[in-house]
């Protein structure tokens, strides 16, 4: 992932001054099941590469929070970066309102770039919110849908910087590796680059929303809910999956559930219809 996100980094990215930032390491376990101490995190890969993205090209201005308590990872921070702050609720939002602060007074001037990268576990979206919350804390994530356990985070606090940065003529990348990253896709435009860590896309076919007949999408759902689904087929070159809504409602993917096949067609064909 991190490789195919620096390639994707325009070849003019050096002609102005890049500001990375590197958030994340919130809700690991400092302790394995054993008692043992747990000297690494499932980051540590990705802040890896980070860590020798940022180290070949010196003219990066990068600053970096990381949770600490994890020996290998606070080495692998130390490497690449020097030196690292605690994540922490106050720190991300200092962070945010700096970069405004230097869009504002022009130390960050038009043509130059920002990148945030976050490697955190995130939470999924809740009714109001345009993205979703991460993991910004020293607590030990207990729930991978809500991330109770740990102080969080939203997203959403991007909105603003992003507006300012394209005001300015200043680009914007959020990278954001964290669980139901997809919900931060809501922030990208022609001006701020978003890369999810699940950008696959999942559709739900009509005939496979409920095994009564559905006339309209609107019918069963609206913009915003949440709905229960499995994966019935995956597309690999397209990078797309199926899922079906009524095999959760009916109990059926308990014994091997098999999708309603009318007629042979496309993988392309079955998926027109209802996305979420």
Known sequence: MINLIILLLPLTLFAQT????????SGEPHKKWDGSPNETT?????????????????????????????????????????SSAPFS???????????MAKLRNGQIKNG??????IYSHGATRDQGEKTHKIAAGAGVMNNTDTVSGVTTVSVDNLKALSDLAKAKGVKLGIVDL????????????????????TGIEGLVHI??????????????????DRVKAIVIS???????????MKAITSGEYKSNYKPETAQPSTLADKLKGFKV
Do not use: W
């Not at 090209?57 to 949770?67: G, L, Q, R």
């Open 178 to 197: 964290s669980c139901h990253s997809g919900n931060t896709l809501a922030l990208a435009d022609e001006n701020t680059c978003v890369i999810s860590a």
């Open 18 to 25: 890049l500001h990375m930032a590197v958030l994340g390491g």
């Open 42 to 82: 499932i980051f540590d890969s990705g802040l890896e590469k980070m860590g020798q993205f940022n180290r070949s090209h010196p003219n990066i201005k990068s600053e970096i929070m990381f949770n600490g308590g994890h020996a290998h990872t606070e080495e692998i921070a130390r490497q690449g970066f020097g």
């Open 112 to 117: 130059d770039k920002i990148l945030i990268n």
């Open 89 to 99: 609720a106050n720190g991300y939002m200092q962070m945010i309102n700096s970069y």
């Open 207 to 224: 005939s496979e929303m409920s095994e009564e007949r559905v006339e309209k999408p609107a019918d069963k759902v609206a913009k915003g």
């Open 234 to 244: 995956i597309d690999k070159p397209a990078k797309k999956i199926a899922l079906s």
